[in-house]
């Protein structure tokens, strides 16, 4: 940490009412959190059982309560001790908390000591846990308040068999009528077994987007009564026109009456084959070439040149058919999807009675149910206040970390014993905003923003002990460039972060000077071009690919120059072990993984 200011803004915050700490990574949140609790026990006697401090996961609740523990025995070490010359930031710091608190309460040295020791010794006792663990604690100690009786179901580490087994209930139930089939084939192709990935979120979610909408029966019969009789112009519209109204657009073609660009071989003889394989038919409905629109007679207008209108390829039965098609597919598509929507929430609604059936049945829980079934308790008329009241006389406040990972089930917790909606508000939320979209890790940023709303503003940790000055700056400039859409909502914005003084920009260095802190690469030209001439970019497959690739060759060669002593990090050479991949998905980190062992 550096060095301590005059008026340090963290012994004169407030210890009662709710406030959040906005702070990125890297700018001392475990060690604000260790001076919070250690102004908790000097300046309110709370004993550390009364403090709760909730944080992300199981190793972050270890390292946070080793840094409770050394910063209690610090203090404990500094009662009645003389300044040194060389005294670091948190010994600065807790001298002149403990400085404040004689002065302001006249506390004996003795008396304040032997509260530190006892606290000290009772770390083991804090309450520190993840949100699981807390209410895993909540519903164990307070049954009867919370309604969950003294013999709780198995807990499942993994509830991988339960959807699962859900899955597999919810597809027979579901697909037994043919238009049941249909929707769930078009919503999982791949099956129950994809189904069973999508239920987590799907159950988790509070609403889902569209709303349902009902679909008229005869609505729908006549839709599709349309499209097949639509299909059914077009396959004979084909039969008596199609193959040589296509001679024709070929020789227009190669006598430069069409544009080449518009209009190119290859995918004209790619529907000429789907075209007779659909006039071959009926068969299974199949979507549309995405090139069939080229057949209409607006598109043949558009695509012929203006000195050679009076030449225009034409086949008004045809083209005609065509349109038809394709507005009555659009119509029966849109219907479909509508028909699609509300089976999706007919589902989920049949999926949530299901769960708890089966959850019943084999005596199961999920940590998921942990939560639910404390935020339920709460809220509950009969039950709400009596366990809320146990649990504030249990905990006196309570420092919830990372809380930008915090969903709205997880804050009404909070807010309703410890926050607004409480008698005594004593709540402290620390978290990074920018980290609040993503979802993939629990993030809520209406929750974050509706918290943010009913919270007094805690002065923001601006400096960054861990990162490379260069990197600070490059991040700053990258997002500058971004402006307010950097994070996609406008009240989520990048504060520069400056730095701490511990880093250096020569603590990584190749070939002897200062590693870039930002290296961007673009992939080059795909060399292909859409029908417009406008540059085609790589598809899914190859970027992923050339990104792959250059990612393994990159660490490649840092290792390497590592083994050769050019790559080095604090003095020593580059390993392995001091390089990080993100990803989007599992998926990728694998592929990284098969290109490293292959490089």
């Known amino acids: 940490m550096s060095a301590v200011p005059a008026h340090d803004p963290w012994l004169e915050l407030a210890l009662d009412g709710v406030h959040l700490v906005e702070a990125s990574a890297g700018t001392g949140k475990t060690y604000t959190l260790a001076t919070l609790?250690?102004?908790?026990?000097?300046?309110?006697?709370?004993?550390?059982?009364?403090?709760?401090?909730?944080?992300?996961?199981?190793?972050?609740?270890?390292?946070?309560?080793?840094?409770?523990?050394?910063?209690?025995?610090?203090?404990?070490?500094?009662?009645?001790?003389?300044?040194?010359?060389?005294?670091?930031?948190?010994v600065v710091l807790t001298r002149r908390l403990l400085e404040l608190h004689r002065a302001r309460s006249g506390e004996g040295e003795e008396a304040l000591r032997r509260r530190l020791r006892q606290a000290a010794l009772e770390i083991d006792l804090a309450a520190i846990f993840t949100i699981h663990g807390f209410c895993a604690r909540v519903l164990r100690e307070h049954a009867l308040e919370s309604g969950q009786g003294f013999d709780p179901p198995e807990l499942l580490g993994n509830d991988r068999a339960l959807r699962e087994a859900l899955a597999a209930d919810l597809w027979r139930a579901h697909a037994a009528e043919p238009a049941g089939a249909d929707d769930l084939a078009g919503l999982w192709k791949e099956g129950p077994a994809a189904l069973a990935l999508d239920l987590k979120d799907l159950l988790r979610e509070p609403r889902l987007l569209p709303p349902a909408m009902a679909v008229d029966g005869d609505a729908l019969a006549a839709t599709q009564?349309?499209?097949?009789?639509?299909?059914?112009?077009?396959?004979?519209?084909?039969?008596?026109?199609?193959?040589?109204?296509?001679?024709?657009?070929?020789?227009?073609?190669?006598?430069?009456?069409?544009?080449?660009?518009?209009?190119?071989?290859?995918?004209?003889?790619?529907?000429?084959?789907?075209?007779?394989?659909?006039?071959?038919?009926?068969?299974?409905?199949?979507?549309?070439?995405?090139?069939?629109?080229?057949?209409?007679?607006e598109d043949l207008a558009k695509g012929t040149k203006k000195s050679h209108k009076a030449r225009m390829p034409s086949a008004p039965e045809l083209s005609a058919a065509v349109s038809a098609y394709l507005d009555a597919m659009e119509a029966s598509t849109a219907l479909s999807a509508r028909r699609r929507a509300a089976a999706l929430h007919c589902l989920r609604d049949d999926a949530h009675a299901r769960l708890r059936t089966l959850k019943q049945q084999r005596r199961v829980q999920t940590y998921d149910d942990l939560i639910d079934g404390v935020a339920d308790a709460l809220a509950d008329d009969a039950r709400g206040d009596l366990l809320a009241s146990r649990l504030r006389a249990q905990y006196r406040v309570a420092l919830v970390d990372?809380?930008?990972?915090?969903?709205?089930?997880?804050?009404?917790?909070?807010?309703?014993?410890?926050?607004?909606?409480?008698?005594?508000?004593?709540?402290?939320?620390?978290?990074?905003?920018?980290?609040?979209?993503?979802?993939?890790?629990?993030?809520?940023?209406?929750?974050?923003?509706?918290?943010?709303?009913?919270?007094?503003?805690?002065?923001?940790?601006?400096?960054?002990?861990?990162?490379?000055?260069?990197l600070l700056a490059a991040i700053d400039a990258l997002y500058a460039a971004a402006g307010s859409g950097a994070f996609v909502d406008p009240r989520i914005a990048f504060h520069p972060i400056v730095p701490g003084g511990q880093r250096g920009d020569g603590d990584f260095l190749r070939d002897g000077a200062a590693a870039p802190a930002l290296t961007l690469w673009q992939a080059p030209p795909s060399g292909e071009y859409d029908a417009k001439g406008k540059p085609r970019p790589w598809d899914v497959e190859q970027s992923r690919r050339q990104a792959t690739q250059a990612c393994a060759a990159a660490i490649h060669a840092v290792l390497s120059d590592g083994r050769a002593g050019r790559a080095r990090i604090d003095g020593r050479p580059v390993r392995p072990a001091d390089i990080a991949v993100l990803v989007r998905s599992h998926a990728e980190a694998t592929r990284i993984q098969h290109a490293l062992a292959e490089a």
């Open 225 to 297: 009564a349309r499209l097949a009789d639509a299909e059914q112009a077009l396959r004979e519209a084909w039969q008596r026109h199609g193959e040589a109204f296509f001679d024709t657009l070929a020789e227009a073609i190669d006598a430069d009456v069409m544009n080449r660009v518009s209009y190119k071989p290859d995918w004209l003889a790619e529907l000429r084959g789907w075209m007779r394989d659909f006039a071959a038919g009926p068969a299974a409905r199949q979507a549309p070439h995405p090139k069939l629109v080229k057949l209409g007679a």
């Open 37 to 90: 609790v250690t102004r908790l026990v000097v300046e309110r006697g709370l004993r550390v059982g009364e403090i709760l401090a909730v944080t992300f996961t199981e190793a972050a609740t270890q390292e946070l309560r080793r840094r409770i523990r050394e910063r209690l025995q610090l203090a404990l070490d500094l009662v009645g001790a003389a300044p040194a010359g060389d005294d670091g930031p948190a």
């Open 402 to 470: 990372e809380f930008q990972d915090t969903d709205a089930r997880q804050w009404r917790i909070f807010d309703r014993v410890f926050g607004r909606a409480s008698a005594d508000p004593a709540l402290f939320l620390i978290g990074d905003p920018k980290q609040a979209i993503y979802g993939f890790r629990g993030g809520d940023v209406h929750t974050y923003l509706h918290a943010r709303g009913s919270a007094e503003q805690a002065p923001a940790l601006a400096q960054n002990f861990r990162s490379r000055p260069a």
